[in-house]
């Protein structure tokens, strides 16, 4: 009688446990590395592309930011100033455009009668300045409670025509007059005196007075008690407040200007920088308010119909890696915010 054994449900054929244990062949390994560096470059290239992407947006989120703010110091120095400087009215017979200042990096090239293309904005100081803290607003340079009313033959008190260091007429030059040429547009000194009209028919009004502001041959005003101590006239003629004292309060430039590729703003300060024992006009601050300027343009507006002298600036900032490029225009009435 035959017998038979019981068969085990759960046994498993050779056969398929020795073709579990065998594990991957080599071109199997090979063709998992390969997809996997496949992958991996793939995946390294898109963090690159990410990481270059986020870093052109930093830079061009930085070239925004320093062009705004350097915009906002220009735009409320000419919002408080009470007297614009530069850029000037456009002068006849010259070969150029006094009105619009302009500057690029690269240089470009100036117009006719000019050798060199400048960009500059100039406004007298904020009476509402204190940088020194004493309670005497840092444009009342004799601290008598009044502002710019005592003028020497050299306007800035700086010992140069114009504004020193500061290629006033555009023309390409810089303090080539006279130090008292203070509109350093041509050989005349002393010329325009402080009486609410252009005497000397440049489009300018009241910029290049002498000593005797008024040019009346009087202490202040003829006939009138300046200084209230009930005398008249008394003094000298170049004593322009009646106070005793002459020449004593200057004009205050605040300036605007591009030096390499650099914008740079010019703060009077009331303050000894120069180490020459006094403070004159040759004092001030200087520091960079943006750096990669490519393009700085300043035009003024002229008035109409006995409305306010407005400004148009325009700045470019470049970025000198990526050549991105952020600009920046707007217009702002001078004194606007007084």
């Not at 063709?31 to 496949?38: F, R």
């Not at 470059?41 to 930085?62: C, E, F, K, P």
């Not at 100036?110 to 007298?124: D, K, Q």
Request: aromatic share 4%; net charge negative.
């Amino acid at each position: 009688m035959e017998t038979f054994a019981p068969s085990n449900p759960w046994s498993v054929p050779m056969t398929n446990a020795t073709n579990q244990a065998r594990g991957f062949t080599l071109v199997e390994i090979l063709l998992s590395l390969a997809i996997g560096a496949i992958l991996l470059t793939a995946l390294a290239d898109v963090v690159a592309q990410s990481l270059h992407a986020g870093d052109r947006i930093q830079r061009q989120q930085q070239l925004a930011s320093e062009a705004r703010f350097a915009l906002r110091r220009m735009v409320n120095a000419v919002g408080v100033t009470p007297r614009l400087l530069l850029p000037s009215p456009d002068l006849p017979g010259t070969g150029w455009s006094e009105h619009i200042r302009e500057q690029t990096i690269p240089p470009s090239a100036p117009e006719s009668g000019s050798v060199w293309a400048s960009a500059v904005l100039a406004v007298t100081l904020s009476h509402s300045v204190d940088l020194d803290g004493n309670g005497i607003p840092d444009a009342d340079n004799d601290g008598d409670g009044r502002i710019d009313e005592d003028l020497p033959d050299d306007i800035h008190l700086d010992y140069a025509s114009g504004i020193k260091g500061i290629d006033d007429d555009g023309d390409g030059y810089v303090d080539e007059a006279h130090s008292h040429n203070d509109d350093e547009f041509e050989a005349l000194n002393n010329e325009d005196w402080v009486n609410g009209q252009d005497d000397d028919a440049d489009g300018s009004i009241d910029e290049d007075p002498s000593s005797d502001m008024n040019a009346d041959g009087c202490p202040g005003i003829c006939g009138v008690d300046d200084d209230g101590d009930g005398s008249v006239d008394e003094g000298s003629d170049t004593d322009d407040d009646e106070d005793g004292g002459t020449q004593e309060d200057w004009l205050d430039p605040v300036v605007f200007h591009l030096v390499a590729g650099e914008l740079v703003e010019r703060t009077p300060v009331p303050w000894d920088t120069t180490a020459d024992s006094v403070v004159d006009g040759r004092d001030y601050v200087a520091s960079t308010i943006a750096e990669n300027v490519t393009r700085f343009r300043v035009e003024r507006i002229p008035p109409i119909d006995g409305g306010p002298v407005q400004i148009d600036l325009t700045l470019v900032l470049t970025d000198p890696l990526t050549g991105q490029t952020f600009s920046l225009q707007t217009r702002v009435r001078v004194g606007g915010a007084l």
